[in-house]
């Protein structure tokens, strides 16, 4: 029988035959074989080596027929290129029954070029040949060489010969070489004197499972269109984009793509065969034929015939009933075999927001769309079975207009940055004209008019910095510790400063420094506070001794009157002192003279 092992044992032959030295070998055209049982309709061209891939129905090989798309194989089971694909270059595959012949063709020649064609492990017997060329073949039959007219090359004036594997053999090789200003006789002595167009590496079975289901060439796969092909080719990769796959929204129609084919790639094309879907957890599915467009169905359960369309090439398409959340398996089969499963889980409407404390705080006066997300609290969104729920602007499904601030907030509340798969959400708020600190709530409102409203938060609001304060976490630190600096910023009215305000805006001037150590990361413009505060981590240096850190903002000075310093030390490493030394050597020896004068009533006593 015909495995998957076939198919990698051509593929490791014809790479065996590249290693050879073929690598270096530029591909002829790009122009496809056709799969095998199909009727060829590549036409002949010079230099290129393709193969008739359409079975004779008599059982006898057609090689001298002057329309290549007459030509017949005999046996052949499978055609490809090393790749997987029909590709006519110089690493093409094919499988045949080893009973079989294999007809091969290409053009006839130009002027004063000669092609010839060379089989290993089988023997060759010229079908065509332009009447007005100069052919021959060689006394072994496995090399067949043709030379160019003067009418130039045509698809209609194309060499074709028959290829029989020796007995025995289980594969073969059929090349084609072809070289300018040789003769007839010496490329049919020496072929490999030419440049290589074509080679196919053939292996040789005894039975074939074409046409009969393969489970590991069948399956399904998430695709990106509500649309069926018309046609189906290799099994494709799984496809996520337009919103397709794994994770839907409730309401969405989720397609899947049915591929249904042998051991050899080929589809499958039965008429007495059924293709039956159906999905768990009360999921809808239905079936679309090749070319058709998929919909919601109505039922767990879908059937299609092949009388009627080819499950190769088919959609299904995957709903949920409702907006609730929904995980379901999708499983297909193939006359009663699974060739599939898909897991889906469809992402209900809004049950939960969650706002997160801010790490930020604002301007007086500010709009939320000056805070722009860039530090306001993270927002989240979620369904009533905790999946991440990403509203999109415009959606059909998840709106961002369903969100709105809370009658119970105290300030305004915009969704200034969305929350996607790839990016944190944010929130931000307005602010009055005075300082002060108030909780914020949001509401989303549901398609289906369920309202859902978030957490309190506490946010603040604070004017721009006018004073600064430097501060250790620790007066003493040991060699090589991490200190850490913090310079803290406040407003006019002593309140923590917001974070809108461009503290280090005169960079070029401004400095953070110290003498006890080295910044893990130097001060730069880009720097900003967070709740009124910018931190600086320090590697305090192995040198004992007393230091300060200093911080400069000129902008700022003019409020303190002068830069922030802020001393520390750094503590010499622990040692032993001699006085320490002589003082455990002392109480050593009144240890020793205790356990001596012991020893003596001891003995006295006996």
């Given at each position: 029988?015909?495995?998957?092992?076939?198919?990698?044992?051509?593929?490791?032959?014809?790479?065996?035959?590249?290693?050879?030295?073929?690598?270096?070998?530029?591909?002829?055209?790009?122009?496809?074989?056709?799969?095998?049982?199909?009727?060829?309709?590549?036409?002949?061209?010079?230099?290129?080596?393709?193969?008739?891939?359409?079975?004779?129905?008599?059982?006898?090989?057609?090689?001298?027929?002057?329309?290549?798309?007459?030509?017949?194989?005999?046996?052949?089971?499978?055609?490809?290129?090393?790749?997987?694909?029909?590709?006519?270059?110089?690493?093409?595959?094919?499988?045949?029954?080893?009973?079989?012949?294999?007809?091969?063709?290409?053009?006839?020649?130009?002027?004063?070029?000669?092609?010839?064609?060379?089989?290993?492990?089988?023997?060759?017997?010229?079908?065509?040949?332009?009447?007005?060329?100069?052919?021959?073949?060689?006394?072994?039959?496995?090399?067949?060489?043709?030379?160019?007219?003067?009418?130039?090359?045509?698809?209609?004036?194309?060499?074709?010969?028959?290829?029989?594997?020796?007995?025995?053999?289980?594969?073969?090789?059929?090349?084609?070489?072809?070289?300018?200003?040789?003769?007839?006789?010496?490329?049919?002595?020496?072929?490999?004197?030419?440049?290589?167009?074509?080679?196919?590496?053939?292996?040789?079975?005894?039975?074939?499972?074409?046409?009969?289901?393969?489970?590991?060439?069948?399956?399904?796969?998430?695709?990106?269109?509500?649309?069926?092909?018309?046609?189906?080719?290799?099994?494709?990769?799984?496809?996520?984009?337009?919103?397709?796959?794994?994770?839907?929204?409730?309401?969405?129609?989720?397609?899947?793509?049915?591929?249904?084919?042998?051991?050899?790639?080929?589809?499958?094309?039965?008429?007495?065969?059924?293709?039956?879907?159906?999905?768990?957890?009360?999921?809808?599915?239905?079936?679309?034929?090749?070319?058709?467009?998929?919909?919601?169905?109505?039922?767990?359960?879908?059937?299609?015939?092949?009388?009627?369309?080819?499950?190769?090439?088919?959609?299904?398409?995957?709903?949920?009933?409702?907006?609730?959340?929904?995980?379901?398996?999708?499983?297909?089969?193939?006359?009663?075999?699974?060739?599939?499963?898909?897991?889906?889980?469809?992402?209900?409407?809004?049950?939960?927001?969650?706002?997160?404390?801010?790490?930020?705080?604002?301007?007086?006066?500010?709009?939320?769309?000056?805070?722009?997300?860039?530090?306001?609290?993270?927002?989240?969104?979620?369904?009533?079975?905790?999946?991440?729920?990403?509203?999109?602007?415009?959606?059909?499904?998840?709106?961002?207009?369903?969100?709105?601030?809370?009658?119970?907030?105290?300030?305004?509340?915009?969704?200034?940055?969305?929350?996607?798969?790839?990016?944190?959400?944010?929130?931000?708020?307005?602010?009055?004209?005075?300082?002060?600190?108030?909780?914020?709530?949001?509401?989303?409102?549901?398609?289906?008019?369920?309202?859902?409203?978030?957490?309190?938060?506490?946010?603040?609001?604070?004017?721009?910095?006018?004073?600064?304060?430097?501060?250790?976490?620790?007066?003493?630190?040991?060699?090589?510790?991490?200190?850490k600096l913090t310079v803290s910023f406040f407003d006019s009215k002593g309140n923590a400063a917001n974070d809108d305000y461009d503290?280090?805006?005169?960079?070029?001037?401004?400095?953070?420094?110290?003498?006890?150590?080295?910044?893990?990361?130097?001060?730069?413009?880009?720097?900003?506070?967070?709740?009124?505060?910018?931190?600086?981590?320090?590697?305090?240096?192995?040198?004992?001794?007393?230091?300060?850190?200093?911080?400069?903002?000129?902008?700022?000075?003019?409020?303190?009157?002068?830069?922030?310093?802020?001393?520390?030390?750094?503590?010499?490493?622990?040692?032993?002192?001699?006085?320490?030394?002589?003082?455990?050597?002392?109480?050593?020896?009144?240890?020793?003279?205790?356990?001596?004068?012991?020893?003596?009533?001891?003995?006295?006593?006996?």
């Amino acid at each position: 029988m015909i495995t998957k092992a076939i198919s990698k044992r051509v593929s490791l032959v014809a790479l065996t035959a590249l290693g050879a030295g073929l690598l270096s070998v530029v591909p002829a055209s790009a122009v496809n074989n056709q799969n095998a049982g199909t009727t060829q309709d590549a036409a002949a061209a010079e230099g290129r080596l393709n193969i008739a891939s359409a079975n004779s129905t008599t059982g006898a090989a057609v090689s001298t027929d002057a329309t290549f798309s007459s030509l017949r194989s005999v046996g052949l089971v499978n055609v490809s290129d090393i790749g997987g694909g029909t590709n006519a270059g110089t690493t093409q595959t094919a499988v045949m029954l080893n009973t079989g012949t294999l007809v091969v063709y290409t053009a006839a020649t130009t002027l004063n070029t000669v092609a010839s064609i060379v089989v290993t492990g089988g023997t060759l017997s010229s079908g065509l040949s332009e009447s007005a060329t100069t052919s021959a073949m060689n006394a072994a039959s496995t090399v067949f060489t043709m030379a160019g007219d003067s009418f130039g090359a045509d698809s209609t004036n194309e060499m074709a010969v028959a290829v029989k594997p020796n007995a025995g053999a289980t594969s073969m090789t059929v090349q084609l070489y072809t070289k300018t200003s040789s003769t007839t006789s010496s490329m049919n002595s020496t072929p490999t004197q030419g440049t290589l167009g074509g080679q196919i590496t053939v292996s040789l079975v005894t039975a074939s499972t074409a046409g009969a289901l393969s489970t590991t060439y069948s399956g399904l796969y998430f695709y990106a269109s509500t649309t069926a092909p018309s046609t189906s080719g290799a099994a494709p990769a799984d496809t996520t984009t337009s919103g397709y796959g794994a994770t839907m929204k409730a309401g969405q129609l989720n397609p899947i793509l049915v591929a249904v084919k042998d051991a050899f790639g080929n589809r499958l094309t039965s008429t007495s065969a059924l293709l039956q879907v159906t999905a768990t957890n009360g999921a809808r599915v239905s079936i679309a034929a090749p070319s058709g467009t998929a919909s919601a169905g109505t039922q767990s359960t879908a059937f299609q015939a092949t009388s009627s369309a080819l499950a190769d090439g088919s959609l299904i398409g995957v709903s949920a009933p409702s907006a609730a959340p929904l995980t379901t398996v999708v499983t297909a089969t193939y006359n009663g075999t699974v060739i599939g499963t898909k897991t889906i889980t469809f992402v209900g409407e809004v049950a939960k927001i969650t706002i997160s404390a801010p790490a930020y705080i604002g301007s007086l006066s500010q709009s939320p769309s000056l805070a722009g997300g860039t530090k306001g609290a993270v927002v989240a969104f979620a369904d009533a079975a905790g999946n991440t729920v990403y509203p999109v602007a415009s959606d059909a499904y998840v709106p961002t207009s369903g969100f709105s601030t809370s009658a119970t907030s105290s300030r305004a509340v915009a969704l200034s940055t969305v929350p996607t798969s790839s990016a944190t959400g944010y929130v931000d708020w307005t602010c009055g004209d005075v300082a002060s600190s108030d909780n914020i709530v949001a509401t989303y409102t549901n398609l289906s008019g369920t309202v859902i409203t978030s957490n309190a938060v506490k946010v603040n609001c604070a004017g721009n910095a006018v004073t600064y304060k430097a501060s250790m976490d620790k007066a003493s630190y040991s060699p090589g510790e991490i200190a850490k600096l913090t310079v803290s910023f406040f407003d006019s009215k002593g309140n923590a400063a917001n974070d809108d305000y461009d503290w280090n805006n005169d960079m070029s001037a401004s400095s953070v420094s110290t003498g006890g150590g080295t910044l893990v990361t130097a001060s730069s413009s880009s720097d900003t506070s967070a709740l009124g505060k910018a931190t600086y981590s320090i590697i305090s240096t192995q040198t004992a001794g007393s230091y300060q850190a200093v911080v400069t903002i000129p902008t700022l000075n003019a409020g303190i009157g002068e830069a922030q310093t802020v001393a520390f030390t750094v503590a010499a490493a622990a040692g032993v002192t001699n006085a320490e030394v002589l003082k455990s050597i002392v109480a050593l020896i009144a240890s020793i003279n205790k356990q001596i004068q012991a020893l003596q009533k001891l003995i006295l006593k006996r």
